[in-house]
């Protein structure tokens, strides 16, 4: 539990120099949850479920996500005033804008992400928050550990071989991509089990503002959740109290640790007062 900025920096200090010896150069990640939503704590928006509802079957999840891709692809382009490019582009942006995917932010800024803890918290503070610490390079040697990792290039290699002209056989992250009709139908390109770490390029100012990282889910909803719970996880939980709430915001304040910082446009410019607003009027 962390009570100050103090306690929380020196918290993760803790973790990267004694507990877990992570190399100086090396990032940490971190992503932000409200304490409240503890039933869905590490899954991604297409995989969390209303209130009080039970998850729909994966298969018809995955479905929907390429229903709204698809969407996304025919409608972006005349919205956005930069080209779109296609798969990856189109996808990252899609959950940047709010379209629930597979893909679960993470940023490699400490305080970027305890911005996202508290930003939308106001007095009366009901609930407190959460910070997932987590040292991706552990994650991604467990990952290439992993024997669906090489049933996943097998996979992917076989199908290139019959279909050359139209995949790349060093590709084979594209079986993380929204899953349609005929991938669901071929068994050689099923969405995979196993998450995927990805370093994406930064297609938007606001990825690259909040120093964002992506883990892009398979078909397992509670895979890391079900990780995280183990005694030998490198993914920490930092719990931040509703007491606590008002004194972090300050602090992130006077650290220059705004809205329209983490959001650079006129929307974070304009929620960054409303919030100078809640606390003055």
Same mark, same amino acid.
């Given at each position: 539990?962390?009570?100050?900025?103090?306690? =929380?920096?020196?918290?993760?200090?803790?973790?990267? *120099? @004694?507990?877990? *010896?992570?190399?100086?150069?090396?990032?940490?990640?971190?992503? $932000?949850?409200?304490?409240?939503?503890?039933?869905?704590?590490?899954?991604?928006?297409?995989? !969390?479920?209303? @209130? +009080?509802?039970?998850?729909?079957?994966?298969?018809?999840?995955?479905?929907?996500?390429? @229903?709204? =891709?698809?969407?996304?692809? !025919?409608? $972006?382009?005349?919205?956005?005033?930069?080209?779109?490019?296609?798969?990856? &582009?189109? =996808?990252?942006?899609?959950?940047?804008?709010?379209?629930?995917?597979?893909?679960?932010?993470?940023? &490699?800024? $400490?305080?970027?992400?305890?911005?996202?803890?508290?930003?939308?918290?106001?007095?009366?503070?009901?609930? +407190?928050?959460?910070?997932?610490?987590?040292?991706?390079?552990?994650?991604? /040697?467990?990952?290439?550990?992993?024997?669906?990792?090489?049933?996943?290039?097998?996979?992917?290699?076989?199908?290139?071989?019959?279909?050359?002209?139209?995949?790349?056989?060093?590709?084979?992250?594209?079986? =993380?991509?929204?899953?349609?009709?005929? /991938?669901?139908?071929?068994?050689?390109?099923?969405?995979?089990?196993?998450?995927?770490?990805? @370093?994406?390029?930064?297609?938007?100012?606001?990825?690259?503002?909040? !120093?964002?990282?992506?883990?892009?889910?398979?078909? /397992?909803?509670?895979?890391?959740?079900?990780?995280?719970?183990?005694?030998?996880?490198?993914?920490?939980?930092?719990?931040?109290? $509703?007491?606590?709430?008002?004194?972090?915001?300050?602090?992130?304040?006077?650290? +220059?640790?705004?809205?329209?910082?983490?959001?650079? /446009?006129?929307?974070?410019? +304009? !929620?960054?007062?409303?919030?100078?607003? *809640?606390?003055?009027?």
């Amino acid at each position: 539990m962390a009570n100050t900025l103090d306690e =929380y920096l020196s918290q993760i200090a803790f973790l990267r *120099d @004694d507990h877990w *010896d992570v190399d100086d150069h090396k990032e940490l990640w971190f992503r $932000a949850e409200d304490e409240a939503h503890h039933a869905t704590h590490l899954q991604p928006g297409l995989y !969390r479920p209303r @209130d +009080g509802a039970a998850l729909k079957p994966i298969k018809e999840l995955l479905a929907l996500e390429n @229903d709204l =891709y698809e969407e996304f692809n !025919r409608c $972006a382009p005349q919205l956005s005033d930069r080209p779109i490019g296609e798969d990856w &582009d189109a =996808y990252f942006l899609m959950q940047h804008h709010g379209v629930p995917t597979r893909l679960l932010d993470w940023t &490699d800024g $400490a305080l970027i992400a305890l911005h996202f803890a508290v930003k939308n918290k106001t007095p009366p503070f009901k609930s +407190g928050a959460v910070i997932h610490v987590m040292d991706p390079h552990w994650l991604v /040697d467990r990952l290439n550990k992993n024997p669906e990792r090489k049933d996943i290039e097998k996979r992917w290699a076989a199908f290139n071989k019959k279909h050359p002209f139209d995949t790349d056989e060093f590709t084979w992250e594209n079986l =993380y991509l929204p899953e349609d009709e005929w /991938d669901a139908s071929t068994k050689k390109l099923r969405t995979p089990k196993i998450p995927l770490l990805w @370093d994406s390029p930064h297609v938007s100012r606001r990825i690259a503002a909040q !120093r964002s990282r992506f883990m892009i889910f398979g078909s /397992d909803p509670l895979w890391l959740s079900k990780l995280a719970a183990k005694k030998s996880s490198r993914i920490h939980t930092i719990n931040i109290p $509703a007491s606590a709430l008002g004194q972090m915001k300050s602090a992130l304040r006077d650290a +220059g640790i705004t809205e329209s910082v983490i959001f650079p /446009d006129l929307d974070g410019l +304009g !929620r960054e007062l409303r919030q100078v607003w *809640d606390a003055r009027h």
